[in-house]
Structures are given as C-alpha cells and as structure tokens.
C-alpha cells in the first residue's frame, strides 16, 4: 500500500469510541510514543456500512443474508427477490389457513400433521445453511416437520410476501448485531418490489386479525441483548416479551 509498512492494526471491537481508556488505542499511543509509527489511517467501518445498507434500503433492495422463505435472489440481480416454486406453496397454505381465522399453534399442528417440513430443513436442502432445530436433533426422523410457532407469526407479518421489502426492522449494533426490535412504524418499507406470494387483500385482512388477537407489548431493554446468541441458528437473542395470540 503506497510502499508503505504497516506495523500494526488496532482495533477495540465493543468498546465506545467515547472513552481513552480502551486497550487497542494506549498500545497504539504507546507505540507512538516509541517512534514506531509515522502515520496513523482510521476507518469508521460500522458507519459506513450502515449508511451503504440505508442507501439499498430506500431503493427497495434486498440486502438479507437469507432469501425470506418463499423466495429466492435472482441469477442476475441479487437484490432482488423471485419466487421459489419449490417452497412458495408453503406459504400461500399458512396465509390460507390464517385467513380461515386459524393462529399460529394450530397451523404449526397442520403443518406437522401434513408432514411439510421446516425453513431450517428446506435451507440446509438448498446449501443455504447447515443447522438444525433442537426439534431435529431430538428427532432425526421427524424432526423436520415440527415448525417453530414464532416462524410462523414472522410469516405472516412480513410484508414481503405481498411484494414489498422491508429494512431496519431491528436496532443493530457492528459486532454485536441485533439489539432489539423497531416499531413497524420506523421500519422503511417499499412497494411494489418483486411477484408477491399473497395478494394484499390476503395479507393486510390477515394483519387485522392479528392486531385483534394480541396483548399489550412490554417492551424493554436488556443489557445482554445482541450479545448472547442462540446455539443452534448462531443469531443475536433479544428480549422479547409480548405475546401474540394467534
């Protein structure tokens, strides 16, 4: 780089950029003090890229690690969303019976009974991923037909299934990852985006029986949230305590 000699690299991953005391920046100081370096190039990282995923956001881009089920990213633009044939029955069926006023418990029974295996199977089938739900492992047979009843909620509230993409739904942190979740009313939400699985009708009357099933939200704000880690998906936990009856 420019013939220059790089003598070090210091970085305090999770520490604030507001206090001295961090262990990377006095090794750093410590080697200025000793005339081991000339210069010195920072990087804000996490800004930026925060600021390139807003950028993809407004446009309507999809910017997920994972395709939402039901869909997948395009050969030729991989920000954008087509339809997987091989699964998107699966979601008109859970729309279907939540339309009929069935909740999440006895769609995810239906689903067991039909014996219409997982997210987590169809994505480890696809090379998307390689894990396992605990129900898998407990069962290697039958595992992969017992959904997760908070898939399903998630399903039937995401509004990509009626075409749009959805961003910033979460509070991020770099490093740390998932803090907690947004109000739908901060989310940015773009239209019109990609062939919808169900049409809006379906989705947003879905929606209305939803809101009239649910509790009060408590929401609060745990100091371990983002940090601690689920053992089988590898994703950020965050405290979660409302209640959805549907």
């Known amino acids: 780089m420019q013939g220059w000699q790089i003598v070090g690299i210091y970085q305090d991953d999770g520490y604030t950029g507001l206090k001295l005391?961090?262990?990377?920046?006095?090794?750093?100081?410590?080697?200025?003090?000793?005339?081991?370096?000339?210069?010195?190039?920072?990087?804000?990282?996490?800004?930026?890229?925060?600021?390139?995923?807003?950028v993809?956001?407004?446009?309507g881009k999809?910017?997920?690690?994972?395709?939402?089920?039901?869909?997948?990213?395009?050969?030729?633009?991989?920000y954008h969303l087509e339809i997987d044939p091989e699964t998107a029955w699966i979601v008109r069926k859970i729309f279907d019976y939540a339309v009929e006023?069935?909740?999440?418990?006895?769609?995810?029974?239906?689903?067991?009974?039909e014996k219409i295996a997982c997210p987590t199977w169809w994505n480890r089938n696809k090379g998307l991923r390689n894990t396992y739900t605990k129900h898998e492992k407990a069962d290697p047979e039958n595992g992969r037909y017992i959904w997760d009843f908070s898939v399903i909620e998630d399903m039937l509230q995401?509004?990509?299934?009626?075409?749009?993409?959805?961003?910033?739904?979460?509070?991020?942190?770099?490093?740390?990852?998932?803090?907690?979740?947004?109000?739908?009313?901060?989310?940015?939400?773009?239209?019109?985006?990609?062939?919808?699985?169900?049409?809006?009708?379906?989705?947003?009357?879905?929606?209305?029986?939803?809101?009239?099933r649910q509790h009060p939200i408590n929401e609060e704000f745990s100091l371990f949230s983002g940090i601690i880690k689920c053992a089988e998906c590898?994703?950020?936990?965050?405290?979660r305590s409302k209640i959805k009856a549907l």
């Open 56 to 59: 993809k956001a407004k446009k």
């Open 234 to 239: 590898g994703k950020a936990l965050t405290i």
């Open 101 to 113: 006023g069935h909740g999440s418990n006895y769609i995810r029974r239906r689903l067991e009974k």
């Open 158 to 212: 995401n509004p990509v299934y009626y075409g749009a993409i959805v961003s910033q739904k979460y509070v991020y942190r770099f490093k740390f990852g998932v803090i907690k979740e947004k109000h739908p009313d901060e989310w940015i939400v773009v239209e019109n985006q990609h062939e919808p699985i169900v049409d809006r009708n379906t989705f947003f009357t879905v929606q209305n029986l939803i809101r009239k």
């Open 62 to 78: 999809f910017t997920g690690c994972l395709d939402p089920f039901g869909y997948k990213k395009s050969e030729e633009d991989k």
């Open 21 to 54: 005391n961090r262990p990377d920046l006095q090794r750093m100081l410590e080697d200025v003090k000793k005339h081991r370096i000339d210069l010195i190039i920072t990087k804000d990282i996490s800004r930026k890229v925060h600021s390139s995923y807003m």
